[in-house]
């Protein structure tokens, strides 16, 4: 047993550290999967110090349970709410039309399609992302057309997700096309 730490044990010893409290500042929304942060926030976004310097929460959720964010680019909100730092709702991209636009074309059938997003959590998820094997919720779907819509590919999907790819491709295929079905709906606004 080699006592001398690697670099990769510092680093894991200093995430989990950073997890404790981290997982100490955020409480699951029963109905949208989104974990709401309960801590220091600056009215828009959490925020939390990491190594002295306060960072943003959704960031700092998204590198200790997805991957590291590449330099220049920003992590959206697929759930729409800024306080959210479930990893699961966020996805990496950069500022582009695009990306608003898959956003707000999510947003807007979750909106016109209540029924279809109706976002059930029973269980709370505190261990992050392995606490379902293979078994996704609606929400859990819906995100997951949400984030491919957004730019993430089947295949990260299904490794956040924890199900396999080829699910991940079939399951994230039905809700995209439900999400355009639902946009191109004529909206009924009219009483009756
Ligand atoms: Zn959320």
């Not at 044990?9 to 997890?19: F, I, K, L, Q, T």
């Amino acid at each position: 047993m080699a006592d001398t730490p690697t670099p990769e044990m510092v680093e894991r010893v200093a995430r989990s550290g950073v997890r404790r409290r981290f997982d100490q500042k955020w409480k699951i929304d029963s109905r949208s999967g989104c974990w709401n942060w309960t801590g220091a926030n600056d009215g828009r976004y959490g925020s939390i110090s990491v190594n002295g310097r306060l960072k943003k929460a959704h960031r700092v959720s998204y590198e200790l349970f997805c991957a590291p964010i590449p330099a220049g680019m920003v992590v959206c909100h697929a759930c729409d709410n800024t306080r959210c730092v479930n990893p699961q709702h966020l996805f990496v991209g950069t500022q582009s039309e695009n990306l608003f636009d898959a956003s707000r074309k999510g947003r807007n059938a979750m909106q016109r399609a209540p029924e279809k997003s109706s976002l059930r959590y029973v269980r709370n998820r505190p261990t992050g992302l392995n606490h379902h094997k293979g078994k996704l919720s609606e929400s859990d779907k819906i995100m997951m057309a949400r984030l491919w819509l957004g730019g993430e590919t089947t295949r990260r999907l299904g490794a956040r997700f924890n199900v396999h790819g080829g699910h991940a491709a079939k399951v994230i295929k039905k809700y995209a096309a439900m999400i355009d079905a639902a946009l191109s709906e004529t909206p009924e606004t009219g009483e009756r």
